[in-house]
């Protein structure tokens, strides 16, 4: 898998819209950006993923550049619960299955 | 979204003696996986899982370790015998496999395993 690129930590106020960034100049053309985040002592929970065009789910929108060679994940009104580490994930979906596999992310504070 | 099960939470064991961690991945899906976190760290891929075999595994899977998933019941983790450095947070996920967004892994909670 192609490596991505995130900063370390944001810092948000409750009820701002936060934006991630990652890069990922390598991608291939058969990867897929996955977008998982973690709090502690819990598991990765799925927030969202993409293969070119931008997409929206209840929890967030996840824009990607025309090239490819960035994205961005915008979370509307952020709350408390919204504090965590976000993984920003390349992977192909080959018709089988294929690892995760995950980095640092970028750690997102939330203050009140 | 739909949920993967892990069982138990915590599990607390001597070194040396054999532990078995178990995870009730979703129902339809065909894919199983399992990753190891040590506190404070990056979660680390250790081995995935598909139709009565392993697909892939990592350096970290070592020889003590083992996976199966006998007659559709529970995937499981065996690890025989255990050692001070087993000590971690072990994760299951589980996808149904294929193409696009069939293929998403969801993770369970974790189960917490202190080796002594």
């Known amino acids: 898998d192609a490596k991505t690129t995130q900063p370390d930590s944001m810092e948000s106020t409750e009820g701002e819209t936060v934006h991630l960034p990652c890069s990922h100049a390598t991608i291939s053309g058969n990867e897929y950006i996955y977008w998982y985040r973690q709090v502690p002592l819990q598991g990765p929970e799925y927030v969202t993923h993409?293969?070119?065009q931008n997409t929206t789910n209840s929890m967030a929108f996840l824009a990607i550049a025309s090239d490819r060679k960035s994205s961005t994940l915008i979370l509307p009104h952020v709350s408390l619960r919204d504090a965590a580490v976000y993984h920003c994930i390349l992977r192909v979906n080959q018709g089988g299955s294929a690892k995760l596999i995950f980095g640092e992310g970028t750690k997102l504070t939330v203050s009140s | 979204g739909p949920k993967v099960l892990q069982i138990p939470s915590h599990q607390i064991i001597d070194m040396g003696q054999m532990v078995t961690l178990n995870c009730d991945p979703v129902?339809?899906?065909?894919?199983f996986y399992w990753y190891k976190q040590i506190l404070g760290q990056q979660m680390e891929f250790l081995v995935n899982f598909y139709n009565g075999k392993v697909m892939e595994k990592s350096k970290l899977f070592k020889d003590q370790f083992s996976v199966e998933r006998p007659d559709g019941s529970y995937f499981t983790l065996k690890i025989q015998p255990t050692a001070l450095e087993d000590s971690a947070v072990y994760f299951c996920?589980?996808?149904?496999?294929?193409?696009?967004?069939?293929?998403?892994?969801?993770f369970g909670a974790g189960t917490r395993l202190s080796v002594l």
């Open positions: 996920a589980s996808s149904l496999g294929g193409w696009g967004d069939r293929d998403t892994l969801y």
């Open positions: 129902s339809n899906h065909l894919y």
């Open positions: 993409g293969l070119q």
